[in-house]
């Protein structure tokens, strides 16, 4: 079964760091877009960041200078280092890979980018205290 699994995730305070991982289930990430996005509760789907095939990257504004994307040689493994974590960093996290490269939405709603990309991962929580 093709699938993204992502883990990493938990709870820390302001000011830590936490590492995301995403691996990637019976495919590899040759050839797609592969970004994280998050939702905040009440809030919808933002994307946090992404790297295109060509491997130029993105970061959300608030993300600049504190998170940093990355693969494994193998492309199978995405990975988001989080580092000066906010309390507004609280989210859930979820990875995607789309070897179909469709445009990469800003913000939309969780359950429309789930279906819209080839694969989307489970989601997994951080939490940041204050």
């Known amino acids: 079964k093709k699938q993204l699994v992502e883990s990493g995730g938990g709870s820390v305070q302001a000011g830590g760091s936490l590492r995301l991982s995403c691996a990637a289930s019976?495919?590899?990430?040759?050839?797609?877009?592969v970004a994280w996005y998050r939702q905040a509760p009440g809030n919808t789907c933002e994307l946090v960041s992404r790297v295109s095939v060509g491997g130029s990257t993105y970061y959300m504004p608030s993300g600049q200078g504190r998170f940093s994307i990355s693969q494994d040689n193998g492309k199978t493994t995405l990975y988001l280092e989080m580092n000066s974590l906010r309390p507004e960093d609280t989210a859930e996290y979820y990875c995607m890979a789309d070897p179909q490269r469709r445009p990469i939405e800003l913000s939309a709603s969780c359950s429309f980018l789930s279906t819209f990309f080839d694969y989307w991962g489970q989601g997994i929580q951080v939490t940041v205290s204050s």
């Open positions: 019976g495919f590899t990430f040759d050839n797609s877009v």
